[in-house]
Nanobody, 133 residues
Framework: QLQASGGGSVQSGGSLRLSCVAS????????FAWFRQAPGSEREAVAI?????????IYTDSVKGRFTISRDKNKNTVFLDLYNLQPDDTATYYC???????????????????????????WGQGTQVTVSS
């Protein structure tokens, strides 16, 4: 299972650190991603980090340069550091885990596979981030 925490309310330009503690499955061969869902919108992926050995990171354009994903294998925890937050970042943030495989990072049909929820086997319960202007 995944347990997400760290959300809160901040003003524009503020920062937060989200945490996702994993348990009950083989973490080392899983990639972890963060998704978010704003009110009235579909859930979208924002960042992914590959398995413990490769630690490849990818971000969507909307958060690149402002968010940082990392993992601490000793603590079974994945982090998402959010910097320079803007009102458009207001959403419920979810962590998710997928068995890591090369095709997650394949561009096909106009998108990357890792952006699609269907690949993820485990989901956290969500943590709310609210950014005021």
């Amino acid at each position: 299972q995944l347990q997400a925490s760290g959300g809160g309310s901040v003003q524009s330009g503020g920062s937060l650190r989200l945490s996702c503690v994993a348990s009950g499955f083989a973490l080392a061969n899983h990639a972890f991603a963060w998704f978010r869902q704003a009110p009235g919108s579909e859930r979208e992926a924002v960042a992914i980090i590959s398995d413990s050995d490769r630690r490849r990171t990818i971000y969507t354009d909307s958060v690149k340069g402002r968010f940082t994903i990392s993992r601490d294998k000793n603590k079974n925890t994945v982090f998402l550091d959010l910097y320079n937050l803007q009102p458009d970042d207001t959403a419920t943030y979810y962590c998710a885990a997928a068995v890591d495989r090369d095709n997650l990072y394949t561009f096909y049909g106009g998108s990357y596979f890792w952006l699609d929820e269907v690949w993820y086997d485990y989901w956290g319960q969500g943590t709310q981030v609210t950014v005021s202007s």
